[in-house]
């Protein structure tokens, strides 16, 4: 059974960086999708970015492109998202996920994701 832990998260400043980490225990993440989501206090989980272990091909939503970075290492068994110029409306609580023989081609689908860690806290505020 796959299980999923994210640490890495806590209190930034507006600008600035954190790393988080989703460390998979229980199988190997090879051929699975990893998506990372966040969801803000009132607002829906919305997805992040997506990285599909079996080729690395990697997926970011429009509104993060550019500042953050998804990466694996397949020795630890764990997927990062490097967040960096982080805005206040960024804070919220951060998730992966992860879902076996599901490719992330364009998009970041919520719905389509089973295996759920329990989330980290991100708080980018002054």
């Known amino acids: 059974q796959l299980q999923l832990v994210e640490s890495g998260g806590g209190l930034v400043q507006p600008g600035g960086s954190l790393r988080l980490s989703c460390a998979a225990s229980?199988?190997?993440?090879?051929?699975?999708?990893i998506g990372w989501f966040r969801q803000a206090p009132g607002k829906e989980r919305e997805g992040v970015s997506c990285?599909?272990?079996?080729?690395?091909?990697?997926v970011y939503v429009p509104s993060v492109k550019g500042r953050f970075t998804i990466s694996r290492d397949i020795g630890k068994n764990t997927v990062y998202l490097e967040m960096n110029s982080l805005l206040p409306e960024e804070t919220a609580v951060y998730y992966c996920?992860?879902?076996?023989?599901?490719?992330?081609?364009?998009?970041?689908?919520?719905?389509?994701?089973?295996?759920w860690g329990q989330g980290t806290q991100v708080t980018v505020s002054s």
């Open positions: 996920a992860a879902e076996g023989r599901y490719y992330c081609s364009r998009d970041v689908h919520r719905a389509v994701f089973r295996s």
């Open positions: 229980g199988a190997t993440l090879q051929f699975y999708a």
């Open positions: 990285i599909n272990n079996s080729d690395g091909y990697t």
